[in-house]
Each structure stands twice: as C-alpha cells, then as structure tokens.
C-alpha cells in the first residue's frame, strides 16, 4: 500500500472515540494543517499539542526537541490515565 493510497476517512474519524494525542508541529513540511483537521474531525477526549520554533520543536516529527516532545505527550498520557482511573492531576 502507497502511503498516498492512505485515507482517513469522516466517518472514521467519527467512530474514534479514544483519547488522542495530536502532534501539531510549526512548519510540517510532510502533512501540513492535517493535525488541526484530525483534530476538528475527532469527537472523542483529545489535545492539539502545538509545537514551534521558538522552542526548537517545529518540523515534522519534533526532531530537534525530542525531550520536549516526550514530556507532553507523558504528561498527556498522565492526564488520560488519570482521567480513565477517576484520579485527579496536578
């Protein structure tokens, strides 16, 4: 399968309820505004996590800040655990 074969299509992403993660990188030279249409087409629990130059976190896949990148997304996945486990955050 050719990654240009690869659709996501409405009514998917209508039937995905699980709490996502997005990934919205400065510059993404690969998939630009498709972490913002994830993200509006998605119903479910879900963050946007912006990430820019001025941090060093643009481009895609965050390459220049992988520290950065790796304490958002635990701190999300915290927070969803916790949520899931009636826990509260900090």
């Not at 993404?28 to 946007?48: A, H, N, T, V, Y």
């Not at 001025?54 to 927070?79: I, M, T, W, Y």
């Amino acid at each position: 399968v050719k990654l240009a074969d690869y659709r996501l299509t409405e009514t998917e992403m209508q039937q995905t309820t699980t709490p996502l993660l997005i990934a919205d990188p400065e510059g993404e030279q690969f998939w630009p505004g498709q972490s913002q249409q994830l993200f509006d087409g998605i119903p479910g629990p879900k963050d946007l996590l912006a990430f820019t130059a001025a941090e060093g976190a643009d481009l895609h896949c965050q390459p220049k800040a992988n520290g950065l990148a790796s304490q958002r997304f635990f701190d999300g996945f915290a927070r969803y655990l916790a949520a899931s486990a009636g826990t509260p955050t900090p």
